[in-house]
């Protein structure tokens, strides 16, 4: 993978996880955060669409490497809110 690929990766990660922390309610952090959610949302989309037997669309190939723009975001969504939920419950506030 080239640079200018792990880049582009790393901003449709960044964009997949601010609007799954959107759509939730709730904010984690800033960009560094937002990448990571995007990621962990698209492993967690990923596994609840093959689990539920969901076809992958709306998939983006970078380098060869497809990255589902669907599921990252609905990924993490969820991912977002299991957070937020694990904060209040053991921190009483946000």
Same mark, same amino acid.
């Given at each position: 993978?080239? %640079?200018? *690929?792990? /880049? !582009?990766?790393?901003?449709?990660?960044? +964009?997949?996880?601010? $609007? @799954?922390?959107?759509? #939730? =309610?709730?904010? %984690?952090? *800033?960009? /560094? !955060?937002?990448?990571?959610?995007?990621? +962990?949302?698209?492993? $967690? @989309?990923?596994?609840? #669409? =093959?689990?539920?037997?969901?076809?992958?669309?709306?998939?983006?190939?970078?380098?060869?490497?497809?990255?589902? $723009?669907?599921?990252?975001?609905? =990924?993490?969504?969820?991912?977002?809110?299991?957070?937020?939920?694990?904060?209040?419950?053991?921190?009483?506030?946000?």
């Amino acid at each position: 993978m080239t %640079l200018i *690929g792990f /880049l !582009v990766l790393l901003l449709i990660a960044a +964009i997949c996880g601010g $609007i @799954g922390q959107s759509l #939730a =309610g709730y904010d %984690l952090g *800033g960009c /560094l !955060v937002s990448i990571i959610v995007g990621f +962990i949302g698209a492993y $967690i @989309g990923l596994w609840v #669409a =093959g689990k539920m037997g969901l076809p992958h669309f709306f998939t983006i190939t970078v380098d060869g490497k497809p990255f589902p $723009i669907i599921w990252a975001v609905i =990924g993490s969504a969820i991912f977002t809110l299991i957070v937020a939920l694990l904060r209040r419950l053991f921190t009483g506030r946000n």
